[in-house]
């Protein structure tokens, strides 16, 4: 799923570079009024599309199914960190530079407007035949899938680590006899899922997430700077350069993200 998904943005930005190297103005939507709202709209959605980013810490909350764990965990969550950054930064190139907007609109301002299916809108245009808007579409199943697997998969192993640790009621920390996985955990998980998709209003609950996404990686970030401060002779596999400068610095970027997406829902 996640190489369908890799496949299929790779041919929009190439597809999309070509439609750029067409248009005569392109260059100009990355520097006349390139900042609407200013860096205040900037911190919003960034505090929104981050969670896109998000996910690398799965690699560390399944720790214990990992071979050589000390190498591969480290390794791991910087390459998939720099793929992530790499697409993303690519498509929003091709969305912004390749999008033809009706009338007098402005790239943005068309693009805000179509909200969700934006990407399928630049998709339907810069792909040849017409069949971009198709093909964006699967994409984004196979996305949705993809990412509803490995939430799942995290959720369920976060709850059986707190379940184990007394945390969470002991069933949390039961495993399957025969498939060993904590499969009440993933039960309890797909349950909670769904109750909330169904009852709950989308965009407050996509706010929810991030806000605790960002409260997460902020307690993380703290717990780096105790456990060095306190238990510095522990063996690490990665320690964290410019100590303590990033860990500061993360604490106070994603609390001021989280309290940006609180004001504005």
């Given amino acids: 799923l996640t190489l369908i998904k890799i496949v299929i943005l790779g041919l929009l930005v190439i597809f999309g570079a070509l439609a750029m190297s067409r248009l005569d103005d392109w260059q100009g939507r990355f520097s006349t009024g390139f900042l609407p709202n200013g860096f205040i709209g900037v911190f919003i959605a960034m505090?929104?599309?981050?969670?896109?980013?998000?996910?690398?810490?799965?690699?560390?909350?399944?720790?214990?199914?990992?071979?050589?764990?000390?190498?591969?965990?480290?390794?791991?969550?910087?390459?998939?960190?720099?793929?992530?950054?790499?697409?993303?930064?690519?498509?929003?190139?091709?969305?912004?530079?390749?999008?033809?907007?009706?009338?007098?609109?402005?790239?943005?301002?068309?693009?805000?407007?179509?909200?969700?299916?934006?990407?399928?809108?630049?998709?339907?245009?810069?792909?040849?035949?017409?069949?971009?808007?198709?093909?964006?579409?699967?994409?984004?199943?196979?996305?949705?899938?993809?990412?509803?697997?490995?939430?799942?998969?995290?959720?369920?192993?976060?709850?059986?680590?707190?379940?184990?640790?007394?945390?969470?009621?002991?069933?949390?920390?039961?495993?399957h006899p025969k498939r060993h996985t904590p499969h009440l955990a993933v039960a309890a998980t797909g349950v909670l899922m769904t109750l909330m998709a169904w009852t709950l209003p989308i965009e407050d609950v996509a706010a929810s997430a991030s806000i605790m996404f960002l409260l997460l990686f902020m307690l993380v970030n703290v717990a780096v700077l105790f456990l060095r401060l306190q238990r510095p002779e522990l063996e690490r596999g990665f320690r964290v350069p410019l100590f303590p400068i990033l860990p500061v610095l993360a604490i106070v970027s994603n609390a001021f993200l989280a309290i940006n997406i609180f004001r504005f829902s």
């Fill in 47 to 175: 505090g929104f599309t981050f969670i896109a980013f998000e996910g690398y810490e799965i690699i560390a909350q399944s720790g214990e199914e990992i071979l050589d764990p000390i190498r591969n965990i480290p390794k791991a969550i910087f390459i998939s960190i720099s793929v992530a950054v790499v697409v993303y930064i690519l498509v929003g190139i091709v969305a912004v530079g390749a999008i033809t907007p009706p009338g007098d609109l402005a790239a943005y301002e068309y693009l805000g407007a179509k909200g969700e299916v934006a990407i399928v809108e630049v998709a339907q245009q810069v792909f040849p035949w017409g069949i971009g808007g198709l093909i964006l579409l699967l994409s984004g199943l196979a996305s949705t899938t993809s990412a509803l697997n490995a939430t799942t998969y995290a959720s369920s192993r976060v709850s059986f680590a707190m379940g184990r640790d007394h945390n969470l009621p002991a069933f949390f920390a039961r495993i």
